[in-house]
């Protein structure tokens, strides 16, 4: 009876953890600020996180800058502009990894962000559960040189926060 448990243990993968993942449709990348709210959408890139050793993990995901979205056509187009995000130069917003630890909350890892042909090392805390990466962090527009302060009709402010929701399948 051992051996028929060991063997559909091992057949069937039970107990097995996936480290390498697919971006499902329904992720959100969610950005808000003091007069700009929207989401990016169009997300790629690689995944490879084990849960229990967090520490081989790595992303290499990026953004399309044009995907930015505001639900008003004539933000977007001044968001994509040279002013902001500068989509056509920059053409991606993109984050790859450089170290995972396991938190008491979930998780953090640590890596280059680059936004508007700057890059800036970020740590982003994060939760997985149910094959949905979430997680939040904050960035300064001024850090990646993006001007301001005036978009949408008013003061944007400097902060901008993003939120992130990325539910994932194995390959």
Do not use: C
Request: no cysteine; charged share 20%; glycine share 10%.
């Amino acid at each position: 009876m051992r051996t028929l448990l060991l063997i559909s243990f091992l057949t069937f993968g039970i107990g097995q953890v996936t480290s390498n993942w697919n971006i499902s449709e329904g992720y959100a990348v969610k950005f808000s600020a003091k007069k700009a709210v929207g989401t990016f959408d169009k997300l790629q890139g690689t995944v490879q996180f084990d849960p229990s050793d967090p520490t081989t993990a790595k992303f290499d995901v990026w953004l399309e800058t044009a995907s930015i979205s505001t639900g008003n056509k004539t933000q977007d187009k001044h968001a994509r502009g040279n002013k902001w995000l500068a989509a056509e130069q920059y053409p991606r917003i993109s984050f790859k990894s450089s170290e995972f630890k396991k938190t008491t909350k979930g998780y953090k890892v640590k890596g280059q962000l680059s936004i508007h042909g700057v890059t800036k090392e970020v740590s982003i805390p994060f939760a997985f559960n149910d094959q949905v990466f979430t997680g939040k962090l904050t960035v300064n527009r001024q850090d990646y040189g993006i001007e301001g302060p005036f978009l949408f009709g008013g003061l944007v402010g400097d902060e901008i926060a993003v939120e992130l929701l990325v539910p994932v399948t194995s390959q």
